[in-house]
């Protein structure tokens, strides 16, 4: 089992940056790739970045290659998305979440979520 907390949002001008953190609990963080999704209102929830276990990949969806970098910490069960340049239409609720193997971007296959944590992102 493997609880997920975000924090980290709030609101920000656009251009400006913000700093996502999910805290896990367990034992055996180091096998579970990480993704961090989104969530506008009105829209689907869709991937935006993911690391492996180790760390040592990552992959990001088209629009945030560039301005956001993902990265964890295993020695203390956190994964982080340092989101910069920060754009309106990144506004949306943003989750991470865990599975055992290799890292995805498709969220049917991670079973363990956090709750959310909301971004702002003002004109």
């Known amino acids: 089992q493997v609880q997920l907390v975000e924090s980290g949002g709030g609101l920000v001008q656009a251009g400006g940056s913000l700093r996502l953190s999910c805290a896990a609990s367990g034992r055996t963080f180091s096998s579970y790739a990480v993704a961090w999704f989104r969530q506008a209102p009105g829209k689907e929830r869709e991937f935006v970045a993911v690391?492996?276990?180790?760390?040592?990949?990552?992959d990001y969806t088209d629009s945030v290659k560039g301005r956001f970098t993902i990265f964890r910490d295993n020695t203390k069960n956190t994964v982080a998305l340092q989101m910069n340049s920060l754009k309106p239409e990144d506004t949306a609720v943003y989750f991470c979440?865990?599975?055992?193997?290799?890292?995805?971007?498709?969220?049917?296959?991670?079973?363990?979520w956090g709750q959310g944590t909301q971004v702002t992102v003002s004109s």
């Open positions: 979440a865990a599975k055992l193997g290799g890292p995805s971007g498709r969220s049917y296959e991670y079973v363990y």
């Open positions: 690391v492996s276990g180790s760390g040592l990949i990552t």
